[in-house]
C-alpha cells in the first residue's frame, strides 16, 4: 500500500513516520525538493497539482491519498477521485472547508454556533458592515488564510480600507466576521473513520502575534464545557460528510459560549502534544483513519501536558546551535521540522513537557524556547 500525501510541510513530516513503522510506503508531492517530508522519503515527487505531467505519475504511483493542509482546490482531489482512487478527506468534504466563507454558510444552516459573518462584496463598506457585526470587526481572506496572515482588525473607515488593500493583495475574495470577546481559545481534534469516531482532549491555546505559541492539555474548563465541545466537533464532522482527521477552534467568551473559529480538515497544531502525551498520535490516527484501520486510544499518559511552538528567531539558514541544553533536560522532548530555512515567527519545530502541574510545565518549555538558539 502506498500513500500519497499532496504536500510536504511538517505535518506531512509527522504523519509520514507513523505510516512508515506501520510498514507503509510513502510518497510525497511537493513543489520543491528537500520539503521536511521529502527527506524521508525516497519517494519524493517534484511539482505541483497544476502540473499535469508530474500530478498524473503521482497519481499513478499511489493507493490512497491524504494531504496536509486545506488550500489545494478541491477539484484536484477530485481529478484523483475520477481516477478510481479514494483521498481522505474527500473532494466533497474539502470543498465545503477551504472557502471559510462556504464553511461559515453549511455550520450556520446545521445550527452550529458562530460569530455573526457577513460576505464582503464590491458594494460593501464599513457603514454597511458595522450596522451587522458592530463598529469592530475582523475582515477576513476567505482562502489561504493561516497564522494571521488572512485576518485584518478593523475599528473605523480608515481600517477597512487598509484591510481591503492589505488581503486582497492575497486573495480578492473576503468575508467579515464579529469581533469575539473571548475569555480562552479552546481546540480538538477528532477522527472519524469508516467504523469509529474519536476525540482527544479539549486544550487551550495561547497565541502570540496571530500564530499559536503555547497549547494547554487539558484545557481548565468545567466538564459541562468539555460535553458542549465534544457534541458541537461531532455535528461540524457530521455537517461537512467528514472522514479522517480534523482540527477543530473554538472561542470560549467572557459568558461561557462557545463558537466554532473554524476547522482544518488535517493534523493540526493544537494536537502536536499527542506525539508525547497521548497513547496514539494524532498523525498515528490520521494514518489509521486514511487507511480504515481500527482507531488507536487518544486519552493522555499523564495528567497535564505543556506544547510550545518554536518560532524563528532570525532570518537565514536554518541551524541549531544548542542541542545539548534542551536534551539534557530529560523531561522535554525536542521536535524539529528540518525547515531548511528559517524566518521570524515561522514554525520551525516544538518543544513538549508532561507531568502534573501546569504551571511548573510552563516554567519548563518557556525556558526551553528562550534558550534554543535557530
Not at 72 to 90: L, N, W
Not at 182 to 191: C, G, V, Y
Not at 287 to 302: A, D, K, Y
Request: aromatic share 8%; with cysteine; charged share 25%.
Amino acid at each position: 500500500m502506498k500513500i500519497g500525501i499532496l504536500g510536504g510541510g511538517q505535518l506531512a513530516r509527522m504523519s509520514l513516520i507513523p505510516a512508515v513503522r506501520l510498514g507503509f510506503d510513502v510518497a510525497i508531492l511537493e513543489k520543491s525538493a528537500n520539503s521536511p517530508a521529502g527527506k524521508l522519503t525516497k519517494n519524493e515527487f517534484i511539482g505541483w497539482v497544476d502540473d499535469k505531467i508530474i500530478f498524473n505519475k503521482f497519481i499513478d504511483f499511489c493507493d490512497i491519498f491524504t494531504l496536509e493542509n486545506e488550500f489545494i482546490d478541491f477539484k484536484y482531489i477530485e481529478a484523483i477521485e475520477k481516477s478510481g482512487k479514494k483521498c481522505v478527506p474527500s473532494s466533497k468534504t474539502v470543498s465545503l472547508i477551504q472557502d471559510k466563507l462556504i464553511q461559515k454558510k453549511v455550520f450556520s444552516d446545521n445550527k452550529i454556533p458562530l460569530a455573526k459573518f457577513t460576505q464582503i462584496d464590491t458594494d460593501s463598506n464599513y457603514e454597511s458592515i458595522s450596522l451587522l457585526l458592530g463598529k469592530k470587526f475582523v475582515v477576513k481572506s476567505r482562502k489561504m488564510g493561516y497564522d494571521g496572515y488572512g485576518n485584518a482588525l478593523v475599528k473605523n473607515r480608515s481600517d477597512f480600507s487598509k484591510a481591503l488593500i492589505k488581503l486582497k493583495s492575497r486573495n480578492s475574495d473576503l468575508y467579515a466576521e464579529s469581533f469575539v470577546n473571548f475569555k480562552k481559545e479552546l481546540a480538538t481534534i477528532i477522527i472519524k473513520s469508516k467504523n469509529e469516531i474519536k476525540t482527544y482532549p479539549i486544550v487551550e491555546s495561547i497565541q502570540k502575534n496571530h500564530i499559536c505559541k503555547l497549547v494547554i492539555a487539558e484545557a481548565d474548563i468545567p466538564n459541562k464545557i468539555k460535553k458542549e465541545v465534544i457534541h458541537i466537533a461531532h455535528k461540524c464532522i457530521e455537517a461537512i460528510e467528514g472522514e479522517g482527521i480534523f482540527g477543530i477552534e473554538f472561542f470560549l467568551t467572557s459568558e461561557n459560549k462557545l463558537l466554532v473559529n473554524e476547522i482544518a480538515p488535517r493534523p493540526h497544531n493544537t494536537g502536536h502534544y499527542t506525539l508525547d502525551a497521548c497513547v496514539t498520535s494524532q498523525f498515528e490516527n490520521h494514518i489509521l483513519s486514511v487507511l480504515g484501520l481500527p482507531l488507536g486510544e487518544t486519552f493522555m499518559l499523564r495528567p497535564k501536558a505543556v506544547m510550545i511552538n518554536i518560532l524563528g528567531k532570525n532570518n537565514g539558514t536554518s541551524v541549531i546551535s544548542n542541542y545539548s541544553s534542551i536534551l539534557k533536560q530529560s523531561d522535554l522532548h525536542l521536535h524539529l521540522y528540518g525547515k531548511d530555512k528559517s524566518r521570524k515567527g515561522r514554525k520551525m519545530g516544538h518543544i513538549t513537557a508532561i507531568g502534573n502541574s501546569v504551571d511548573a510545565l510552563l516554567i519548563k518549555v518557556k525556558k526551553a524556547d528562550r534558550q534554543i538558539k535557530i
